[in-house]
């Protein structure tokens, strides 16, 4: 079992920057693919970007691109997520996920943290 905590988030103007964080306790953060995904009011989940296990490959949502950069800390269990340029359009719940093989699709996803509200006012 592995539980996913994160912080970070807040209410934050356009145009400026955040940068979530990701606890993990448990088993072996490091076997883990980590993935952040969020949910906008009256939205599906969507993927936002996933990292390999050994922090060396990320794959980002086009939509944000050049503007989130994720990384990784395996000694310290935990990942984040740098959030600069924020859009009203980011404005959302962010989680993060955890599992043993993962990509961009919510359900490849085991563990789950509780969110963590983003909101972007214009």
């Known amino acids: 079992q592995v539980q996913l905590i994160e912080s970070g988030g807040g209410v934050v103007q356009a145009g400026g920057s955040l940068r979530l964080s990701c606890v993990a306790s448990?088993?072996?953060?490091?076997?883990?693919?980590m993935a952040w995904f969020r949910q906008a009011p009256g939205k599906e989940r969507e993927f936002v970007v996933v990292?390999?296990?050994?922090?060396?490959?990320?794959n980002y949502a086009d939509s944000v691109k050049g503007r989130f950069t994720v990384s990784r800390d395996n000694a310290e269990n935990t990942v984040y997520l740098q959030m600069n340029s924020l859009k009203p359009e980011d404005t959302a719940v962010y989680y993060c996920?955890?599992?043993?093989?993962?990509?961009?699709?919510?359900?490849?996803?085991?563990?789950w943290g509780q969110g963590t509200q983003v909101t972007v006012s214009s």
């Open positions: 448990g088993r072996t953060f490091s076997a883990y693919v």
């Open positions: 996920a955890a599992a043993h093989t993962g990509g961009r699709t919510k359900g490849d996803y085991d563990y």
């Open positions: 990292i390999s296990r050994g922090g060396t490959v990320s």
